[in-house]
């Protein structure tokens, strides 16, 4: 899933790390809801929220880092806070 991510056109993710980390974001969400949470995307998007959260990666990153040349071009770890599943950004925000 993530090689096929990275491969996704478009100027929506920019980047290595902004791919990965929505794809790790999107993962997580899917893994810790029931089947019933997840029937449609708006029911998804709707038992998640934070995935419709814009400004979620700055909880984990710098603005200069998630801006980086660096992260256009490979995956960097977050500077601010190490990765958590959906449920620990809720509390987070």
């Known amino acids: 899933?993530?090689?096929?991510t990275l491969d996704l056109p478009g100027s929506?993710?920019?980047?290595v790390t902004h791919k990965i980390f929505w794809t790790r974001?999107?993962?997580?969400?899917?893994?810790?809801?029931k089947?019933?949470?997840?029937?449609?995307l708006v029911q998804f998007i709707n038992n998640v929220p934070?995935?419709?959260?814009?400004?979620?990666?700055?909880?984990f990153y710098s603005l200069e880092l998630w801006e980086s040349l660096e992260a256009m071009e490979l995956f960097v770890p977050?500077?601010?806070?190490?990765?958590?599943?959906y449920r620990d950004n809720e509390e987070a925000k």
């Open 50 to 59: 934070c995935l419709a959260y814009e400004r979620l990666p700055m909880i």
């Open 1 to 4: 899933m993530i090689t096929t």
């Open 25 to 33: 974001q999107v993962i997580a969400a899917v893994s810790e809801t």
């Open 78 to 85: 977050s500077d601010l806070m190490p990765f958590q599943n």
């Open 12 to 15: 929506y993710l920019p980047g």
């Open 35 to 40: 089947p019933e949470e997840r029937a449609s």
